[in-house]
């Protein structure tokens, strides 16, 4: 029994289609490789699926450019002519563009202004007013951001001295070495008593008593 005749047309399924494409795309660079090597021709394949994937079947004694170049000189056409005068062109227009905004810089720092006339000065003023007032707003967003930064420091700073002063009025009813004092020498004096002077001040009044010539001694 022989095998059907397969209608030629697009298969709608995408993975049927995707499937067919892989396998068929395998054997054609299956038959590529054997012309080359059965009969020493150059040839080269470039494939895109639906899917934009690429697949690029040379022969291993030639390069794409070279086939590219050899096709030219076969046919007689310059494939890169055009191309070239388009990015010639693209280069000319970016050159245009470059050197435009170039002398609109230097206009607005006050340079190259004898070619303007009355309408041009007007313009150029319109827009040296337009782009300071941009500035000024992003200027202010940016000190916008700062101020409200800082404000947030300083209400964090404000919450941990109230959290310390909160704990310091607890320990101070714990232990009175801890309060706060409203002169500075009392601080000073509650400071050296807290690091010990106590001890120090004990001490010395056992050795002041201990040494009856020592009875004019007075503690400052």
């Not at 563009?97 to 150029?124: A, F, P, S, V």
């Not at 700073?157 to 009025?169: A, D, P, S, V």
Request: contains cysteine; glycine residues 4%; aromatic residues 6%.
């Amino acid at each position: 029994m022989g095998r059907g005749k397969i209608e030629i047309r697009k298969i709608e399924n995408s993975t049927n289609r995707q499937v067919t494409y892989s396998k068929r795309r395998n054997g054609i660079f299956k038959k590529a490789h054997e012309l080359s090597v059965l009969c020493d021709a150059k040839v080269s394949l470039i494939m895109l699926s639906d899917t934009k994937k690429f697949h690029e079947y040379t022969s291993p004694s030639i390069t794409t450019k070279k086939v590219m170049d050899d096709y030219q000189s076969a046919v007689g056409v310059d494939l890169w002519s055009t191309h070239y005068e388009k990015m010639q062109e693209n280069l000319r227009r970016l050159k245009e563009t470059n050197n435009k905004l170039r002398r609109d810089i230097r206009q607005r720092m006050g340079e190259d202004l004898n070619d303007l006339n009355w309408d041009n000065m007007c313009r150029l003023q319109e827009k040296i007013v337009d782009s300071l007032a941009i500035i000024r707003h992003r200027k202010y967003h940016v000190i916008k951001n700062q101020t409200d930064t800082y404000k947030k420091k300083v209400r964090n700073l404000k919450e941990r001295h109230g959290n310390l002063l909160y704990e310091l009025e607890a320990r101070s009813c714990e232990d009175p070495k801890y309060g706060i004092v409203d002169n500075a020498r009392d601080y000073n004096s509650a400071l050296a008593l807290a690091d010990g002077g106590l001890s120090n001040l004990y001490a010395l009044r056992l050795q002041y008593s201990s040494h009856p010539n020592l009875q004019d001694l007075r503690l400052a």
